[in-house]
């Protein structure tokens, strides 16, 4: 006779509860039970309700009914470490009220550095070091310290929320999308801290629509679509191949065919007399005494299609910003842009109206209680919300858009009410409504699910096939990269004079064949 082993003691239940997210209710009737011993993982595609799901266990999302039982101590939310796109949007929220608080009342100084964020002010150095989990300093933390947060990268920030959430080794670990923004060495970091994680005997539960995040530990899964669980259980039972193509079936209703890049990116030929868009002169950065890029000299011309690569930290956000942004440091270099240098009395909004971005700081600072489709026609004026009445052509190409991305039928939905990966794909639809001579694509897969970065690759070709615009498409992964993308500059992880490889027949990791330019950091 086989003796059956005793279920092990449950840790957090969920109770036949329906969540509520403002005036919807979503994930009717759920019930799930993590046990000691346990970890697991959540997939589904973008809005399916994941995030709503880990915001039921740390306590951050009411419950209408049912009942959430936290049967041990450390379930407590308080006790629950956890790293999430909500949060760094809180944290950046905060950092926005507080610099405008600055400056009304004409301070200078007072910004919130990174060790503030993950240390009280009791702990002082040497101690920081014995504070920092071990995981955080493989992932470099201990050399962001006394950076000021609002000059970390997106994924630098993301490093720092992990490095904040596996403080005081907490038994419960709750990561939503965490290696989103991540470069491959922090990615691959992260995966070995999760594992070892877990083989201490911690209890993780990794959301993801990304099944190569998920590593070999877990031993659990759940799947999310349309708001509701579909189906949980053992990981090697719940995640079959045939199950996971219907999870991650295109159901956004979205056409197959692309809208018509003509109606929205002008055909105009490229004659000899037009100027370069971008040319940097040995151009340096630094934040007091921290070189950020040192010695880049680069030149981008009409027609040409660019990647941008590099580890977080390396300097791709401070360079962007010195294209499409108002960095201060631009007029102290020798910077052109559209065949006028920087600082000749030019207006950021003219510079702008020749440039569509998109990038995880963007995302970060729309926060406008804006409807979906105003947040799109912003795309024409460059703003952040709609401030004037849109014409038909306008409201039209919005549409078009919108309904590509698969969410035509949110047009009239709160902005910032929709998942991380909505946002993303509306802030997408935003980038393409107006007609830019340079189109910045920075991360723009980062939150999306495989779907919709299969489209957006397919997009992204479709218009790389004309010559206007020229395309900058910034990512850590180089597998990413469009096919239409041809040449390629890389920033190191350490400051330096740059060295250049003329060789176009160098190839990306996806045996793509480009032009590569190396540069330091």
Avoid at 195 to 208: A, D, F
Avoid at 315 to 322: A, H, N, P
Wanted: hydrophobic fraction near 40%; include cysteine; charged fraction near 25%.
């Amino acid at each position: 006779m086989t003796v059956s082993k005793p279920m092990p003691p449950p840790v957090v239940s969920l109770e036949g509860v329906t969540a509520r997210i403002r005036d919807r209710r979503i994930l009717p009737g759920t019930s799930w039970t993590i046990r000691a011993g346990q970890s697991w993982v959540v997939v589904g595609p973008n809005g399916a309700g994941k995030s709503t799901l880990a915001g039921l266990l740390l306590g951050t999302v009411p419950a209408v009914s049912g009942n959430v039982v936290r049967h041990v101590s450390e379930a407590r939310p308080e006790r629950i470490g956890h790293v999430s796109f909500e949060r760094l949007e809180r944290l950046a929220a905060r950092e926005a009220r507080l610099d405008a608080s600055r400056q009304f009342s004409r301070q200078t100084g007072g910004v919130t550095l990174a060790r503030e964020l993950l240390f009280p002010p009791s702990v002082k150095p040497p101690a920081e070091d014995r504070r920092l989990p071990k995981a955080a300093r493989r992932l470099g933390v201990h050399r962001l310290l006394d950076r000021a947060i609002t000059a970390l990268s997106s994924g630098e920030m993301r490093r720092l929320l992990i490095a904040k959430a596996l403080a005081g080794r907490p038994k419960i670990v709750v990561l939503d999308e965490p290696f989103e923004g991540l470069d491959a060495a922090s990615r691959r970091v992260l995966k070995e801290s999760i594992s070892e994680m877990i083989r201490e005997g911690r209890i993780v539960v990794l959301v993801t629509h990304l099944l190569e995040n998920v590593v070999p530990e877990i031993s659990h899964a759940l799947c999310v679509q349309d708001g509701r669980v579909l189906r949980q259980g053992l990981r090697r039972e719940v995640l079959t191949e045939r199950f996971l193509r219907r999870l991650f079936a295109d159901r956004t209703g979205a056409p197959e065919a692309l809208p018509p890049v003509s109606a929205s990116l002008r055909k105009g030929r490229i004659t000899d007399a037009e100027p370069p868009l971008v040319v940097m002169k040995n151009v340096c950065v630094a934040y007091g005494a921290s070189p950020v890029v040192k010695n880049v000299s680069w030149t981008i011309q009409p027609g040409e299609h660019w990647a941008l690569l590099g580890p977080n930290g390396a300097g791709k956000t401070t360079l962007l910003s010195m294209i499409a942004g108002d960095h201060p440091q631009a007029y102290a270099n020798e910077i052109y842009l559209f065949g006028r240098r920087r600082g000749t009395g030019e207006s950021i909004w003219e510079i702008k109206r020749r440039i569509s971005l998109i990038s995880p700081e963007l995302q970060l600072r729309y926060r406008k209680p804006v409807s979906v489709l105003a947040a799109v026609l912003s795309g024409f004026t460059d703003s952040v919300g709609f401030y004037r009445r849109a014409s038909e052509k306008e409201r039209a190409e919005a549409v078009r858009w919108l309904a590509f991305v698969g969410l035509g039928h949110r047009a009239g939905d709160r902005f910032d009410r929709l998942s991380y990966g909505e946002r993303r794909r509306v802030l997408l639809a935003r980038c393409m409504v107006k007609s830019p001579d340079l189109l910045i694509l920075d991360e723009p897969c980062q939150g999306l699910d495989p779907q919709m970065r299969k489209r957006l690759l397919a997009l992204v070709d479709r218009i790389g096939r004309r010559k206007k615009p020229s395309i900058l498409y910034v990512t850590h992964q180089a597998d990413e990269v469009p096919s239409c993308v041809r040449q390629v500059i890389r920033l190191g992880s350490t400051p330096g004079p740059p060295s250049l490889e003329a060789d176009r027949g160098a190839r990306l990791a996806s045996s793509r064949s480009c032009k590569t330019r190396e540069h330091g950091r």
